[in-house]
């Protein structure tokens, strides 16, 4: 079997779906060694590729960048499919094409620009999303990561269900939580991490509910708060604006300054170290997808307090403290008992571990490599 990839989100290995098209592109021919496997991708992006995948570059025209990805996926990628002669074209991220020579496979990790409407707020955000909704029933098989997902798109895009399948994402062998005293040494130096911590590894627009993650350490800031600071990592947005929130003037305002640590974008390599050095993690997302940082925290052992929303619910099991997104208070309680009971910490950690053995890539490989072989 033919097999072609889009490889758009190569050009940003920093995101979720980034990560996830790397790991397809390097899983789906350990699982498959007798397909023939293509990536297209546009030309002078470079990104490596594993042994035995054609790179199939594709030049892009002169236009915006919003141009250029809907060129790239509604024109570039059919043509691409017919002259590869691919038997199945996979797209895994939200944007089939309308038409292609072959069945067309779409992996829709969320339904964000639906379910929250300031996603959607400008002309070319609305115009795409109705694009990307008219042309998912006409794919062979939808993938998503969650049942959780998985019911969102029923509800949403009124598809059949028979051709939704739910495939959990995997977390990688780096993540661990035996030390690596070398690396975790120079990670503890490089972002200048305090002795203990909390930790927020995640983004920063609107779903994520960065109020309520600093609201925490208004009811949590003396009973933990100077012995356990709570560390923000990840690239801060210039200013507060309709789908962004910076933090950073809510913690002046709320006199959080001494208690939170602003640590700026982590390299991909150092993620590991930085979970392995935190006491726990704390993560009040409104809505997730899947919610890949809380795997990826219970696979170093690290005990998580979530958002009780169905995707982390579905993920973390009993694994996890959750508690409902909007109570911060709550929240505040169970971060406290997850430092101060060491009993509880420890169940945590133990669980999480149990939990997140549950999901690997290789496994998430297999269950996409046979939606592909089933999709006609």
Sequence with gaps: MRVLISGWFLGYPDTGTGQYVREMIARLPVVRPGWEIGVAFPE????ALPEGVTPVPIRLPRAPRALRKIWFEQFALPQAAARWRADR?????????????APIIVTVHDLIPLRFPEYRSGFGVRLYTALVRAATPGAARILTDSEASRQDILRWLRVPPERVVAIPLGVSERFTPRPDPIADARVRTRYDLPPAYVLYLGGFDRRKNIETLLAVYTWAQEAIGYNFPLVIAGRLPEGSHRLFVDPRPLARAWGLEEVVRW???????????LYRGASAFLYPSRYEGFGLPVLEAMACGVPVVASEIPA????????AYLVPPDDARG????????????HLGQTLRERGLRRAAQFSWRACAERTAEAIEGSV
């Design 331 to 342: 929240m505040a309680g169970a971060l406290i008992a997850v430092l101060v009971d060491a």
């Design 89 to 101: 074209l996979f797209v895994p991220y939200w944007a089939p094409p309308l038409r292609a020579p």
């Design 312 to 319: 982390l619910a579905e993920l973390a099991g009993d694994a």
């Design 44 to 47: 002078g992006w470079g990104s």
């Design 263 to 273: 640590i700026g974008p982590v390299d991909e390599v150092d993620k590991p170290a």
